[in-house]
């Protein structure tokens, strides 16, 4: 929960002094602004609070999101950026606080439902950090910013690695059946590991650049990245850490 709250503090600090005609700037989301980007993660904490508190008024959202399910998301988007941005971001500020509480009062072995897998209190709290991280990220690069990588990656990290098959579900493939090693370098230069030592398949580079690849902010080819064996070859051209259908990813540049 500290480091939650760090990054979503990091982030209220990139946006916090802009203008209001800077939340209108484009980031490398196609259609999205900054506004678009903070309203996203406010309505996402909104959403997860309710299914911390109301679980019962969480499924009714899923029921009424499963039929639109490839723009609900964009839609919900679309109306927070609507508003002015100092109430934008106050209230993004308010709920984000409010979730914090809520997290840490889930009873240790519930379940949260969600629009994936239910999911517990500490994996919810890490799945909004990757969210906080990525959105950043695109927010950083629409300002020409360039944010210093934490320790806090290793949280995005893990939900990479742990959603190794579901990102070949999306695609309409098969998983492999044996585990991948991921051999990842921090921020201060640690080696991060994840899998046996002797697995067949590998992937290995800068923690960052495998984060950017897993939330789908970066393209293979613009990456650090070093691969051993065929099925993790095709897992870097597929990685998908956020839930939802397959996202497009990001072209590599030029």
């Given at each position: ?30 259609g999205w ?98 969210e906080t991280w990525a ?120």
């Amino acid at each position: 929960m500290a480091d939650l709250t760090a990054e979503s503090d990091s982030l209220d600090d990139l946006v916090a002094e802009l203008p209001a005609e800077a939340w209108a700037t484009d980031t490398p989301a196609a259609g999205w602004t900054i506004a678009h980007q903070i309203g996203h993660l406010l309505w996402t904490d909104r959403v997860s609070l309710i299914a911390c508190t109301d679980p019962d008024r969480f499924a009714e959202m899923l029921a009424e999101a499963a039929p639109k399910a490839a723009v609900f998301v964009d839609e919900a988007a679309e109306v927070e950026a609507a508003r002015p941005p100092a109430e934008l971001l106050a209230d993004w500020r308010t709920t984000r606080a409010t979730l914090a509480g809520a997290l840490c009062a889930v009873p240790d072995g519930t379940k949260l439902p969600w629009f994936g897998p239910p999911m517990s209190a500490s994996s919810m709290a890490t799945a909004r950090i990757m969210e906080t991280w990525a959105h950043g990220l695109d927010i950083a690069d629409a300002l020409g910013i360039t944010r210093e990588p934490t320790e806090r990656l290793r949280h995005v990290a893990h939900i990479g690695v742990r959603t190794r098959d579901f990102a070949y579900m999306v695609n309409g493939k098969t998983p492999p059946t044996e585990p991948f090693r991921y051999e990842l370098t921090g921020p201060t230069g640690q080696i991060w590991t994840w899998g046996p030592d002797d697995a067949s398949n590998v992937v290995r580079g800068p923690a960052l650049d495998f984060c950017e690849l897993a939330t789908q902010r970066r393209h293979i080819d613009d990456l650090a990245l070093t691969t051993v064996g065929d099925d993790a070859a095709e897992w870097v051209t597929i990685a998908q850490c956020f839930a939802g259908p397959p996202g497009g990813g990001r072209a590599p540049s030029a």
